[in-house]
């Protein structure tokens, strides 16, 4: 049976951020960090693109920590939801050449990402602990399930948030985070208008 991405987001200040990131050093267990460049396409027309959310298809290519990879997580998403996600890892330097197939089948316009996010474990739930230079920081709370146990999980993670006081958004919050996020100048992309190569420049220390 398929597992399922059953996860919460919320928004953290930075003083929010170094005082979870300093409990979970002491308290959880270290996952890893990432370093991650994304980009995420649109599956609406391109002057919507800020409505990401209205789809369940959630399709990124992203390099994280140097590895490439192509990935897509389908089902409802908001402040909190339980998707499906395929991940398939990419052969090192294909980044450019599967931005050129995506483009081929329709997929050209977006926004793009760049984020550093710090993993922890704690009773059972991942955190990550996100940084998106220069806009600010969040989190989510994951836990990874069958099925049958959505229910269980979103009561865990919602009692573990509770105990360790992060706030977790509601749907309506977390749209104004995601508008927040996808409407920064200079973070919509348009491979019909504009080459990969622009971007790279600008975001050269992920690769």
Known sequence: MPKVEVEHRGRLSESEFMRNKSFFD???????KNDRFSIIYSQNKEEETENLSHSPIDLK??????NEELVMKYGDWSANDARREFCFTLEKGKFEEMIDFLKILGHYHGVLQATKTHLYRYKEVDFYLVE???WGYYFEAEIL???????????????VCEELEMKILGH????????SLNERPGYR????????SEIKKRFAEFF
């Open 26 to 32: 002491k308290e959880g267990s270290f996952l890893g």
């Open 61 to 66: 290519l992203r390099i994280t920590n140097k």
């Open 132 to 134: 998106v230079p220069g």
């Open 145 to 159: 399930t069958d099925p049958s146990y959505i229910k269980e999980a979103n009561k865990k993670i919602r009692e």
């Open 172 to 179: 309506q919050d977390f749209c104004k985070l995601l508008k």
């Open 189 to 196: 992309f348009n491979f019909k208008k504009q080459s990969f």
